[in-house]
């Protein structure tokens, strides 16, 4: 079984400050891992993926197979990152994509 | 690109009702999926097409839940009879092949109400 689990429902950083949106993972085979973003009125979309060890809007995540964690970070947050933020697990083989509950991360000016 | 499109956007019926959603996914995406967001919760996926077989529909409630996607393209989900705890947000998405390993690209969603 797969599983994915964030911890924070809610998280509230400054403007300026760094953002760590936590998440960790259960998978007995390869890990493919996702974070999707929902901004207010929006669709859920795709903000990057782990095999692609891209930057987008200045977050990145790395995948730690020791600790099966996969966080969000961010150095300096801005008030447009203010939005619901997915953690998702897919497997080689297995395609399901399994979401976490969420987190809603809010930027306070 | 048009993006996925769904509809209704909004529905609300009584339980025992029935009701049917609709799903158009990007052309060209061979795999398409609906998941059920409950509030409060990530999305579940409830079924899982590859062009117009099912690949993945283990979570699906068969009991009251049906959906196809007989050309291959477009898809209908269907509620019968509808329960209280069916009130959610059913999201469309579609991928390019059915790993998904490009990522999703979801519908709006349609956010459905049971009383």
Same mark, same amino acid.
């Given at each position: 079984? *797969?599983?994915?689990?964030?911890? +924070? ?22 890990? @493919?891992?996702?974070? /999707? ?16 060890? @891209? ?22 947050? *801005? ?5 619901? /933020? ?5 497997? /080689?083989?297995? +395609? ?14 | +690109? ?7 956007? /909004? ?25 059920? *967001? ?9 079924? *899982? ?18 959906? @196809? ?47």
């Amino acid at each position: 079984a *797969q599983r994915v689990t964030q911890p +924070e429902k809610l998280l509230s950083v400054f403007k300026g400050a760094p953002v760590e949106l936590k998440c960790n993972y259960s998978y007995s085979g390869s890990p @493919e891992l996702f974070w /999707y973003v929902q901004y207010s009125r929006q669709r859920l979309q795709l903000l990057l993926r782990h095999i692609s060890r @891209e930057s987008i809007k200045g977050f990145t995540a790395d995948l730690n197979k020791g600790e099966t964690s996969f966080h969000l970070k961010k150095p300096f947050a *801005q008030e447009e990152d203010s939005a619901m /933020y997915y953690c998702a697990l897919s497997g /080689y083989g297995n +395609e399901k994509l399994t979401f976490g509950t969420g987190t809603r991360l809010t930027i306070i000016p | +690109e048009a993006g996925v499109a769904q509809s209704p956007r /909004y529905k609300i019926i009584e339980k025992r009702q029935s009701v049917a959603f609709w799903c158009n996914p990007i052309s060209g995406h061979a795999t398409l999926y609906w998941y059920q *967001q409950i509030l409060g919760q990530g999305p579940k996926l409830l079924i *899982q097409f590859q062009n117009n077989g099912v690949v993945d529909d283990s979570q699906l409630p068969k009991d009251r839940f049906s959906a @196809e996607r007989l050309k291959g393209v477009d898809s209908t989900l269907k509620i019968q009879p509808a329960k209280l705890e069916d009130s959610a947000v059913y999201l469309c998405a579609s991928s390019l092949d059915r790993t998904g390993i490009y990522g999703y690209t979801f519908g709006s969603g349609t956010r459905l109400t049971v009383v």
